[in-house]
């Protein structure tokens, strides 16, 4: 965390969603479908998206992995640093008829999927020799809108969560998405998409960025816009695509009672991403991607004096692997550059490992591998940085038709360079929870997750959550 009089403006590490596996509130609702598999825990119903996942733009992250696919698999925080932008040209999405999704509602040409949950969670937090817990409520409120057109599609998607504390003390994480995608089915294997959304979260205490005597931290706003274009020629395929965000940031509440404004970490950014594939066969599709974007804050010199936008350069060489409903995924290897306008910021530069496996072993069990890469701006003056990477591993099994169990982990490592004062950290998070479907519309749910940081400088940080709750869904 950063004093104030050390902070200087900097992204906030957001993004690595993507929405959340050991954040102390979310349930799972249904059995993952084979290619957008979920891990939750106490309180929000994460399920499976039923058409590709809406882009959430920012050239920290291109790649090869899906949003959807790994957000509601990592803990919120993680969501915060890397949501990463999907794949234009990803896997097919599969839908099993047997599942025991509700029905949902018909509008017309559309069908709402409502769902809303509340849990009674508990919190335990120790940061070096300092303990605290807490126990709230957290109402969830979910919904999918799809159409049900001969062609084309569009597809709403809107989670928000609202936490009330009910005992000791902590702060309170509300936080709020809506995603829209509009799918045109064009001439020719052609394909375009059109994205919006908008996201707040609170940031957390435990980010690097954060204030370290704030007595709530800044709320922050992202507002989203995309559009891409995918044309298949036969063996070979290729697309491009072009995001915009938007990010704001609130006021923060120090401790003593006054406000501190941190404007100066408002920006825009862009990407510019294009790939090709070549198909070897059905099964098997190498691909090659590059990306550049660049981040423009709204103030030029943040309050240190330091110029923080900055331009950002990743090519990578992957994988697409389709074997049926048993194995299929991506996987990608290749180089990130992020280079920032002052000078006495250096670049941040690294290997970039992105990609997803899905795995089904027996009928019943899904397991999820997960690879991410992304930038951690500083927001500590004279600081670029870090690279952070990202392990998740998400298994779900279905004990009976009505009764369904997970574990979730996830490693992440940050990187700063040599040069930086800040210090590495690593971060491991691991959960799991059984959900008891009544029947299609409630469900009872139960979860334990634990996290600990430990970092090279500085205490390390450990939080266990339990929670138990009521889902009902239409």
């Not at 017309?108 to 126990?135: A, Y």
């Amino acid at each position: 965390m950063v004093p104030d009089h050390l902070r200087s403006t900097g992204q906030d590490a957001r993004r690595f969603t993507l929405t959340a596996l050991l954040l102390a509130g979310t349930t799972l609702a249904a059995p993952l479908a084979a290619k957008a598999q979920t891990a939750t825990t106490p309180g929000v119903v994460v399920t499976a998206p039923t058409s590709a996942a809406p882009a959430i733009a920012d050239p920290q992250t291109t790649g090869a992995v899906n949003a959807d696919d790994l957000s509601a698999a990592s803990d919120e925080d993680l969501i915060r640093l890397n949501r990463r932008e999907p794949t234009i040209d990803g896997l097919r999405t599969r839908i099993d008829p047997d599942d025991n999704r509700a029905i949902g509602v018909r509008i017309g040409t559309f069908t709402l999927r409502p769902e809303i949950s509340e849990t009674l969670n508990h919190e335990w937090r120790k940061d070096g020799d300092t303990k605290q817990n807490r126990g709230y409520l957290e109402t969830g409120i979910r919904g999918t809108l799809t159409s049900d057109w001969s062609r084309h599609e569009l597809t709403v998607t809107g989670a928000g969560v609202i936490q009330n504390n009910v005992s000791g003390e902590g702060e309170e994480e509300p936080r709020a998405d809506i995603d829209a995608e509009l799918r045109l089915d064009l001439w020719d294997e052609t394909v375009a998409r059109l994205r919006a959304g908008y996201s707040f979260e609170r940031e957390d205490a435990d980010d690097p960025n954060a204030i370290s005597n704030a007595k709530t931290q800044s709320g922050v706003n992202t507002y989203r816009l995309g559009a891409a274009i995918a044309r298949d020629f036969g063996l070979i395929r290729g697309s491009v695509g072009l995001d915009f965000e938007r990010r704001t940031y609130g006021d923060v509440e120090l401790e003593n009672g006054t406000t501190l404004s941190v404007e100066d970490r408002n920006r825009n950014s862009g990407t510019l991403t294009g790939r090709i594939g070549y198909e070897l066969s059905p099964a098997l599709i190498p691909f090659i991607e590059a990306s550049v974007g660049q981040s423009t804050y709204d103030l030029r010199k943040d309050t240190l004096g330091f110029e923080r936008s900055y331009q950002s350069y990743a090519t990578r060489g992957g994988l697409e692997v389709d074997l049926g409903e048993k194995l299929n995924g991506e996987m990608a290897l290749g180089y990130e550059t992020y280079r920032f306008e002052d000078d006495r910021l250096s670049d941040v530069s690294g290997l970039s490992v992105d990609g997803r496996i899905n795995w089904s072993p027996q009928r019943g069990t899904d397991v999820l591998f997960g690879l991410t890469t992304g930038l951690n701006p500083s927001t500590t003056a004279g600081d670029s940085g870090s690279i952070d990477y990202t392990l998740i591993n998400i298994i779900t099994h279905e004990m009976r038709s009505d009764l369904v169990a997970r574990l979730s982990n996830t490693l992440t490592i940050r990187k700063y360079p040599s040069d930086s004062r800040s210090s590495d950290e690593t971060t491991w998070r691991t959960g799991a929870g059984l959900t008891y479907d009544v029947n299609r519309y409630l469900a009872l749910t139960g979860d334990v997750s634990y996290e600990r940081t430990t970092r090279d400088v500085g205490d390390p940080t450990d939080i266990t959550r339990v929670g138990v709750g009521l889902t009902l869904r239409r």
